[in-house]
C-alpha cells in the first residue's frame, strides 16, 4: 500500500445521519491512557449532530477486525468521567500489527465490512510508535480502496519515544513513579547499608530508549542521594567501569543505588537480559536485566544486594500519576476528535513546549508518516559524560512532566476506580474473521 505524505484536509461528507466514530487502545497501557480515551468519548459526545455514536474496539485493532465493538453510548457520563482517574486499558488492549496491504488486502477489506456496516467515518487509535504505522494504513483506505475515514493517532507510551512531540502521555507518570521508588528505596538501603545491604538494583522499562532510567535521575538532588548510577540503553555498558563506579560509590556513600533500563546493551549490541523469544510486534523479549546486574555485583565486588523489577507496576500506578501528564492524556483525545472535525486525516495532536521555567505547552498536529516506526532516543547532552547520571540540561527537560498530584478518589484506604459495562454491540456480519 502506497504511503501518501502530508496532512491533507478531507471534510467529511454531508450525509442524512453523522458518521459513527471507532476508537481503541493499543500496546502496553498507561496509568492515564484512560484518560485519553474519556478527552476522545467526551468530545465526541459533545460534537452533537457532527458525530454519531462512539465505538469502542474491544482489545485494540482485533475488535475491529472480529466486529468485536463496544457501544460506549451505553455509559453514564458520570463513568466515563471517571475514566480519568482509572489506569489500564478500560477496553482492553492488544499487540498486533497491520501487515502491508500487499501481504495481507483480506485485513483491510475486512475492515472496510466492519465500519461498512456500522458507518464508521472517524478512526481514533491510542497507542505509541507501531499503533501509529496501523492508524496510518487506516488513513489511507481511501485512497486505496475507495472507502472514506478520517484517522487519527492519539499518542501513548511510557517510553516516551515518539518523534516530534515533546513528551508522551503515559510517561510523566511512570517517571515520577521510578523516581519516587528509588528515592524511598535509596533512604531504605542506606539505613541498613552499615550491618547489611550494600547494592540495590531498581529495573525499568525502556528496550532502546533510556527515558524512563532517566527520570529515575530526579530523585538525585545533591551530592550522595539515591540514584548513584543510572545504566542506559544509549551508553553501552562496560562491566569493569561500572564495578569501579558501584565500589567508589559503596566506600563513599556507604550503599550504592542504582537504575537500569531493561534495554541495556554489551559492546558487541548484545541485551545484557536477551531471553531470545519475541513479542508480537517482533522485538525481543527481554529476560530481566535486575538479576543480571546483582550477580555481577555479588561475583565482583562480593557485596550483599537486593534488586527489583518495576515491570507492570510503574505504568499501572495511577494513585502516583502526575498531574501534567493526566492533563496532556486528556488534551490529546480531546484534540484528536478537534482535528478531525476540521477535516484532518493520517495526523497525530502533539504537545509542544512553549516554556521550560515556567512550564507551558499546547497542542500542535504532526504527519503520521513522520511518526509511525519512528523511535526518539534520549539525547547524549541529557547523560552526563562518564555515562552514569544525567545532566542539568537533562534535569530541565524531564523534571516539569512529573509535576503535581490527581489523587483518584479514594474509600476505606484504597483508591476508586470505574469498570464500565462494555456493552457488546450487535454483530451485523455473518462472516467470522481469523487473525
Known amino acids: 500500500m502506497p504511503k501518501k505524505t502530508g496532512t491533507k484536509k478531507t471534510p467529511p461528507k454531508k450525509t442524512a445521519r453523522p458518521r459513527n466514530a471507532f476508537y481503541a487502545q493499543s500496546g502496553g497501557v498507561t496509568a492515564v491512557i484512560n484518560a485519553s480515551a474519556a478527552g476522545v468519548i467526551e468530545a465526541c459526545r459533545r460534537a452533537g449532530s457532527r458525530i454519531g455514536k462512539v465505538y469502542a474496539g474491544r482489545n485494540g485493532i482485533v475488535g475491529a477486525l472480529t466486529e468485536d465493538l463496544i457501544d460506549t453510548s451505553k455509559e453514564s457520563a458520570a463513568a466515563i468521567r471517571a475514566l480519568r482517574h482509572t489506569p489500564s486499558g478500560a477496553f482492553g488492549s492488544a499487540r498486533f500489527k497491520l501487515k502491508k496491504f500487499e501481504d495481507n488486502p483480506a485485513q483491510y477489506q475486512r475492515l472496510i465490512e466492519v465500519f461498512r456496516a456500522h458507518d464508521i467515518g472517524y478512526f481514533f487509535y491510542n497507542g505509541g510508535g507501531d499503533s501509529a504505522d496501523t492508524c496510518l494504513k487506516v488513513s489511507q483506505l481511501a485512497d486505496n480502496l475507495g472507502y472514506p475515514i478520517q484517522a487519527i493517532h492519539v499518542p501513548k507510551t511510557v517510553d516516551n519515544d515518539l518523534p516530534i512531540t515533546d513528551c508522551c502521555p503515559g510517561f510523566g507518570s511512570v517517571a515520577k513513579y521510578v523516581a519516587v521508588s528509588i528515592r524511598e528505596a535509596g533512604f531504605d538501603v542506606a539505613s541498613m547499608a552499615k550491618t547489611s545491604t550494600k547494592v540495590f538494583i531498581m529495573e525499568v522499562m525502556g528496550r532502546h530508549a533510556g527515558w524512563i532510567a532517566a527520570a529515575g535521575g530526579l530523585a538525585a538532588e545533591k551530592e550522595g542521594d539515591s540514584p548513584h548510577i543510572i545504566l542506559f540503553p544509549e551508553i553501552t555498558f562496560d562491566e569493569d567501569k561500572f564495578c569501579a563506579r558501584v565500589k567508589e560509590c559503596v566506600e563513599k556513600y556507604g550503599y550504592c543505588a542504582i537504575v537500569v533500563s531493561e534495554g541495556v546493551k554489551t559492546a558487541d549490541g548484545k541485551f545484557l537480559s536477551d531471553a531470545g523469544l519475541r513479542d508480537a510486534f517482533g522485538h525481543a523479549q527481554l529476560g530481566g536485566v535486575a538479576p543480571v546486574i546483582a550477580q555481577l555485583v555479588k561475583s565482583k565486588l562480593n557485596y550483599k544486594y537486593h534488586w527489583a523489577v518495576a515491570d507492570y507496576l510503574q505504568r499501572a500506578a495511577r494513585h502516583i500519576a502526575s498531574k501534567v501528564d ?21 495526523v497525530m495532536p502533539t504537545i509542544v513546549r512553549t516554556s521550560s521555567s515556567p512550564y507551558k505547552w499546547k497542542i500542535g498536529m504532526a504527519p503520521l508518516d513522520k511518526v509511525a516506526n519512528q523511535e526518539k532516543m534520549l539525547p547524549r547532552d541529557y547523560i552526563t559524560e562518564d555515562g552514569f547520571h ?13 509535576r503535581g498530584e490527581d489523587y483518584p478518589p479514594y474509600k476505606d484506604g484504597l483508591p476508586q476506580y470505574v469498570t464500565l459495562k462494555n456493552a457488546p454491540l450487535k454483530k451485523k456480519l455473518d462472516t467470522p474473521f481469523v487473525l
Open 390 to 402: 544525567i545532566t542539568a540540561k537533562g534535569r530541565r527537560y524531564l523534571s516539569p512532566l512529573i
Open 326 to 346: 493526566v492533563e496532556q492524556a486528556y488534551a490529546v483525545g480531546k484534540a484528536a476528535v478537534e482535528l478531525a472535525l476540521k477535516g484532518h486525516n493520517s
